[in-house]
């Protein structure tokens, strides 16, 4: 059953607006929760984490609110550029040592 | 720093024969992890070393995958009897497994098509 779930599947938002991307987990005992960007032909890299001990992690454009009563995250991505167009991935794990678990990812377009 | 180095970029093989897949971690690095991707089932687990120490291979179909870490500077993954199901881009990451540490660094993969 997939551990990490992500929506929505696609997204496509014009250059300037805010991009919201979505993800929610089940168990209780993941702790760290890493967010990667695939770009097409690429592998993944990561792109900004959060810990259980934080509510919010912002990296420029980036930020991470995390909501742990509801086991839900969400990626905020200000003043959205074409150059973000890429896949979104969530992932988490028990501690930041152990293997990550992925969501199905997020395919983002950011229009001109 | 050359990165997470994957060796072969592409590999073909027919069904019934073995693929051996590559790779070395970033120097330093004490973990390394194993994944594959395809578009239906994502990024999926396969197995994980720790100072070459297997520490969980819960996402190795048992049968036919093997992988190993006879060295810090290389480890192999390798599926023998290929199937049609096991075309995917193989993914190989290692990361530097200190505490708070769990950014995955990411090889460029190796694509296996299955004949």
């Known amino acids: 059953q997939q551990q990490v779930r992500q929506s929505p599947q696609s997204l496509t938002v014009w250059e300037g607006e805010t991009t919201i991307l979505n993800c929610s987990y089940e168990?209780?005992?993941?702790?760290?929760f890493p967010w990667y960007r695939q770009f097409p032909g690429k592998s993944p890299a990561l792109l900004i984490a959060?810990?259980?001990?934080?509510n919010k992690k912002e990296d420029g454009r980036f930020t991470i609110f995390f909501n742990k009563r509801e086991k839900k995250l969400s990626l905020h991505i200000t003043d959205s550029q074409p150059g973000d167009s890429a896949t979104y991935f969530c992932?988490?794990?028990?501690?930041?040592?152990?293997?990550?678990?992925f969501g199905t990812g997020t395919k983002l377009q950011v229009v001109p | 720093n050359a990165g997470v180095i994957q060796t072969p970029r592409h590999k073909v093989t027919g069904k019934g024969q073995e693929a051996t897949l590559w790779c070395e971690p970033i120097?330093?690095?004490?973990?390394v992890f194993w994944y594959r991707q395809t578009i239906v089932q994502g990024l999926e687990f396969l197995t994980y070393?720790?100072?070459?120490?297997?520490?969980?291979d819960s996402g190795m179909p048992k049968e036919r995958f093997s992988a190993q870490m006879p060295n810090q500077s290389h480890s192999t993954l390798k599926i023998q009897s290929t199937q049609p199901q096991d075309s995917a881009v193989y993914l190989c990451?290692?990361?530097?497994?200190?505490?708070?540490?769990?950014?995955?660094?990411f090889g460029e993969g190796s694509k296996l098509t299955v004949l």
């Open positions: 990451a290692s990361s530097p497994g200190t505490v708070n540490t769990g950014q995955l660094y």
């Open positions: 168990d209780s005992t993941f702790d760290y």
């Open positions: 992932a988490a794990s028990v501690d930041s040592g152990t293997y990550q678990r």
């Open positions: 959060i810990s259980l001990v934080s």
């Open positions: 120097s330093g690095h004490s973990a």
């Open positions: 070393f720790r100072n070459q120490a297997p520490i969980d």
